[in-house]
């Protein structure tokens, strides 16, 4: 077919499309944004004819002009509670606006998708499609009231991104329902509010009440995606099971929030509340288990994937981006433990990493640095959860992990099995307790706390702390002082009531920090991996790990309270294996001054039932052991980020040849050596 005659067709589906497929056909192989705003109505008004819904069409991409065709690559939307400027608010207008136009185009592609969709649904669908339009009309106009308009900046193509593995699902127009409905409007119920917010407080109050309607539009749209996925993929189902089973991977229930989390909105939608419970966990317990659907890719993978989802034990936290950056930073370490052909996913993105092996620990082995690890073409997570597991499953990769019991990541359940052993010192026994999230949502419960810190013992400083019952890294801790002149706000006791309540404990001056860490096989039989000292910030930020190399090739923190870590952590590894937990596990621990001055061990802060930065320090040591480079040494330290300084009488073996401060193991002849050095990098060992 010549060009002049292929304008001709579309200029003539532009004049006389009188059928929802010749309306969505010159939707999407239309460029500009006139021919994309032009609404779904008939000649004489109400919505076009739908009797013909046309033969089944493959679109990869829509058209457009080349001011609006979208990038891999755009600058960070503003946080939400920062659009005050002109900027921002351009930038965040801009951003919505586009989400609008590939919503717009998203539901014309499903229409031509899959013609054969029930004509009510795709009643509901065009009637949808109308909404966004709308959408994208009034932030249009609000970008046109800031001087500004689309397309002199880069847009992203994320939506777009995803329409291939929603067409080559199974579930067919219902895994349309659970990406697009259940997973991006769902999201922008959260989003909506939030920014909504951020515009008021910014002054910009027209903008705010453009993102009120938006929101109430898309509880429209939920209710739609619900209703049919129900529908189309069984009402009886459990609605977990449904949603899970629907959505193409990588989307899933942590795509389908933000914070906060708003609960009304989605109960307006009819989602019920397991479901709305799941998504809020960002993937909970799925009572049945999925089929493991038929993958190429599980058939042809042969290194492992190590999915990185550092942080899951806290279902309603927030990950930054630099948070993120710092985990996969974490995870390429991790992969160095693992067999040649081990990649790195990230649990919220589609990307697969490779990792370059260091040239610093000699050639690279084949297999894994200890028996146990997986060295197939299974996934192998952080932290095992549900959530991973389906991603397993999604993924095409079989999982060997089974699943922890969540009281395991419970901070609360850690303390009263440290008391059960003997475990929490005697000065700390009356100060240490549980607060269940009821308490914490009592009137004036911060009143009724800060009074509780000031008549606690002299020697406490009338310092403590509340720490998430579940979470990780210390994110969401509140910090209590018995001489405050107002009690935390009640904002900050209502987020550590979300994640199910808070212990409290006394806000001590560590002295050395430790860890252990163990793992556990399949007969629940333990294996000392070894103990460590932490380097830490004041913060109590990690830096690395480091310690001892003994005669019998333990390695050891070489603190002189070692052998009391070790006791702890088979102690741990009891209670884990009572819980059928498998797999590598650590404790945190850390000395301190009692009341007489008298050097004291915690020896069981934490434990963590999941891969750790203590499990990668000794099993980079273990590489390098390996690779014979150890023998002369009995201290090493390994560093996160290798910061400038004297570095003394140590070998360095730099882990990365890409960065400033590359992580780095520090080998040294004795302790004293590596004090000395660590000192002149201005760390405390």
């Given at each position: 077919?010549g060009?002049?005659?292929?304008?001709f067709?579309?200029?003539?589906?532009?004049?006389?499309?009188?059928?929802?497929?010749?309306?969505?056909?010159?939707?999407?192989e239309?460029?500009?944004?006139?021919?994309?705003?032009k609404?779904?109505?008939?000649?004489?008004?109400?919505?076009?004819?739908?009797?013909?819904?046309?033969?089944?069409?493959?679109?990869?991409?829509?058209?457009?002009?080349?001011?609006?065709?979208?990038?891999r690559?755009?600058?960070?939307?503003?946080?939400?509670?920062?659009?005050?400027?002109?900027?921002?608010?351009?930038?965040?207008?801009?951003r919505?606006?586009h989400h609008?136009?590939?919503?717009?185009?998203?539901?014309?592609?499903?229409?031509?998708?899959?013609?054969?969709?029930?004509?009510?649904l795709?009643?509901?669908?065009?009637?949808?499609?109308?909404?966004?339009?709308?959408?994208?009309?009034?932030?249009?106009?609000?970008?046109?009231?800031?001087?500004?308009?689309?397309?002199?900046?880069?847009?992203?193509?994320?939506?777009?991104?995803?329409t291939?593995?929603?067409?080559?699902?199974p579930?067919?127009?219902?895994?349309?329902?659970?990406?697009?409905?259940?997973?991006?409007?769902q999201?922008?119920?959260d989003?909506?509010?939030?920014?909504?917010?951020?515009?008021?407080?910014?002054?910009?109050?027209?903008t705010?009440?453009?993102?009120?309607?938006?929101?109430?539009?898309?509880?429209?749209?939920?209710?739609?995606?619900?209703?049919?996925?129900?529908?189309?993929?069984?009402?009886?189902?459990?609605?977990?099971?449904?949603?899970?089973?629907?959505?193409?991977?990588?989307?899933?229930?942590?795509?389908?929030?933000?914070?906060?989390?708003?609960?009304?909105?989605?109960r307006?939608?009819?989602?019920p509340?397991?479901?709305?419970?799941?998504?809020?966990?960002?993937?909970?317990?799925?009572?049945?288990?999925l089929?493991?659907?038929?993958?190429?890719?599980?058939?042809?993978a042969?290194?492992v994937?190590?999915?990185?989802?550092?942080?899951?034990?806290?279902?309603?936290?927030?990950?930054?981006?630099?948070?993120?950056?710092?985990?996969?930073?974490?995870?390429?370490?991790?992969?160095?433990?693992?067999?040649?052909?081990?990649?790195v996913?990230?649990?919220?993105?589609?990307?697969?990493?490779?990792v370059?092996?260091?040239?610093?620990?000699?050639?690279?082995?084949?297999?894994?640095?200890?028996?146990?690890?997986?060295?197939?073409?299974?996934?192998?997570?952080?932290?095992?959860?549900?959530?991973a597991?389906?991603?397993?499953?999604?993924?095409?990769?079989?999982?060997?992990?089974g699943?922890?019991?969540?009281?395991?990541?419970?901070?609360?359940?850690?303390?009263?099995?440290?008391?059960?052993?003997?475990?929490?010192?005697?000065?700390?026994?009356?100060?240490m307790?549980?607060?269940?999230?009821?308490?914490?949502?009592?009137?004036?419960?911060?009143?009724?706390?800060?009074?509780?810190?000031?008549?606690?013992?002299?020697?406490?400083?009338?310092?403590?702390?509340?720490?998430?019952?579940?979470?990780?890294s210390?994110r969401?801790?509140?910090?209590?002082?018995?001489s405050?002149?107002?009690?935390?706000?009640?904002?900050?006791l209502?987020?550590?009531?979300r994640?199910g309540?808070a212990?409290?404990?006394?806000?001590?001056?560590?002295?050395?920090?430790l860890?252990?860490?163990?793992?556990?096989?399949?007969?629940?039989?333990?294996t000392?991996?070894?103990?460590?000292?932490?380097?830490?910030t004041?913060?109590?930020?990690?830096?690395?790990?480091?310690?001892?190399?003994t005669?019998?090739?333990?390695?050891?923190?070489?603190?002189?309270?070692?052998?009391k870590?070790?006791?702890?952590v088979v102690?741990?590894?009891?209670?884990?294996?009572?819980?059928?937990?498998?797999?590598?596990?650590?404790?945190d621990?850390f000395?301190?001054?009692?009341?007489?001055?008298?050097?004291?061990?915690?020896?069981?802060?934490e434990?963590?039932?999941?891969?750790t930065t203590?499990?990668?320090?000794?099993?980079?040591?273990?590489?390098?052991?390996?690779?014979?480079?150890?023998?002369?040494?009995?201290?090493?330290?390994?560093?996160?980020?290798?910061?400038?300084?004297?570095?003394?009488?140590v070998?360095?073996?730099?882990?990365?040849?890409?960065?400033?401060?590359?992580?780095?193991?520090?080998?040294?002849?004795?302790?004293?050596?590596?004090?000395?050095?660590?000192?002149?990098?201005?760390?405390?060992?």
């Amino acid at each position: 077919m010549g060009r002049r005659l292929q304008r001709f067709l579309l200029l003539f589906m532009l004049i006389s499309d009188d059928s929802v497929h010749l309306f969505c056909r010159s939707l999407l192989e239309s460029g500009t944004l006139a021919a994309k705003l032009k609404p779904p109505v008939a000649a004489g008004g109400g919505l076009l004819k739908d009797d013909d819904p046309g033969p089944a069409l493959r679109i990869d991409e829509p058209a457009r002009a080349p001011e609006l065709r979208p990038h891999r690559v755009v600058d960070p939307l503003p946080p939400r509670g920062r659009v005050a400027t002109v900027r921002d608010q351009v930038a965040c207008l801009r951003r919505f606006a586009h989400h609008e136009l590939m919503a717009v185009e998203l539901f014309a592609w499903a229409l031509v998708t899959w013609p054969a969709m029930p004509r009510v649904l795709r009643r509901g669908m065009v009637a949808a499609l109308a909404d966004e339009q709308r959408h994208l009309q009034l932030y249009l106009d609000r970008l046109a009231a800031h001087g500004a308009h689309l397309g002199n900046a880069p847009l992203s193509d994320y939506l777009w991104r995803h329409t291939a593995a929603i067409r080559e699902h199974p579930a067919g127009p219902a895994a349309f329902l659970a990406a697009m409905g259940l997973t991006f409007e769902q999201a922008n119920l959260d989003f909506t509010l939030a920014y909504r917010d951020g515009f008021r407080a910014g002054g910009d109050e027209e903008t705010a009440a453009v993102l009120a309607q938006v929101h109430h539009e898309e509880i429209g749209h939920v209710r739609l995606a619900w209703t049919w996925l129900r529908r189309l993929q069984g009402r009886s189902a459990d609605p977990v099971a449904l949603y899970e089973q629907a959505v193409p991977f990588p989307l899933g229930p942590r795509r389908a929030k933000a914070h906060p989390f708003d609960e009304v909105s989605r109960r307006r939608a009819g989602l019920p509340e397991a479901l709305i419970e799941h998504v809020r966990q960002g993937g909970g317990a799925v009572e049945a288990p999925l089929p493991r659907p038929p993958s190429p890719l599980g058939a042809q993978a042969s290194g492992v994937l190590l999915l990185s989802n550092l942080g899951a034990e806290d279902h309603t936290a927030m990950v930054s981006a630099r948070a993120r950056q710092m985990s996969m930073r974490v995870a390429g370490l991790w992969a160095h433990l693992h067999g040649a052909g081990a990649m790195v996913a990230d649990p919220r993105t589609e990307e697969r990493h490779e990792v370059q092996w260091p040239e610093a620990l000699g050639a690279q082995p084949a297999t894994p640095v200890w028996e146990w690890l997986e060295d197939s073409g299974g996934l192998v997570p952080w932290l095992a959860t549900e959530s991973a597991r389906l991603q397993a499953v999604r993924r095409g990769r079989h999982w060997s992990w089974g699943l922890p019991d969540p009281l395991l990541s419970d901070k609360a359940w850690a303390l009263r099995h440290a008391r059960n052993h003997g475990l929490v010192p005697a000065c700390l026994q009356p100060l240490m307790r549980v607060i269940d999230a009821e308490e914490l949502r009592r009137p004036r419960a911060g009143e009724a706390l800060v009074k509780e810190v000031a008549a606690w013992p002299a020697w406490t400083l009338g310092r403590a702390v509340l720490k998430p019952r579940r979470g990780s890294s210390g994110r969401g801790r509140v910090a209590l002082e018995g001489s405050m002149p107002a009690p935390p706000p009640g904002r900050a006791l209502d987020r550590l009531a979300r994640r199910g309540g808070a212990v409290l404990e006394p806000w001590l001056t560590r002295g050395v920090d430790l860890s252990v860490q163990g793992y556990l096989d399949a007969a629940g039989e333990l294996t000392i991996l070894g103990s460590t000292r932490q380097l830490l910030t004041g913060a109590g930020i990690w830096l690395g790990n480091g310690g001892v190399l003994t005669d019998p090739g333990e390695v050891a923190s070489g603190h002189q309270e070692d052998g009391k870590l070790r006791e702890a952590v088979v102690a741990a590894g009891e209670w884990l294996a009572s819980r059928r937990y498998r797999g590598p596990f650590g404790i945190d621990a850390f000395t301190f001054r009692d009341s007489q001055g008298h050097l004291m061990l915690r020896p069981m802060v934490e434990i963590n039932p999941r891969f750790t930065t203590g499990t990668i320090s000794l099993g980079l040591l273990e590489r390098a052991r390996q690779a014979g480079l150890t023998a002369a040494c009995s201290a090493w330290a390994f560093l996160a980020s290798l910061p400038a300084g004297d570095r003394g009488e140590v070998t360095v073996l730099p882990l990365s040849t890409d960065e400033e401060r590359p992580p780095a193991l520090l080998l040294a002849a004795n302790l004293s050596s590596l004090q000395a050095a660590l000192s002149g990098l201005g760390i405390r060992l």
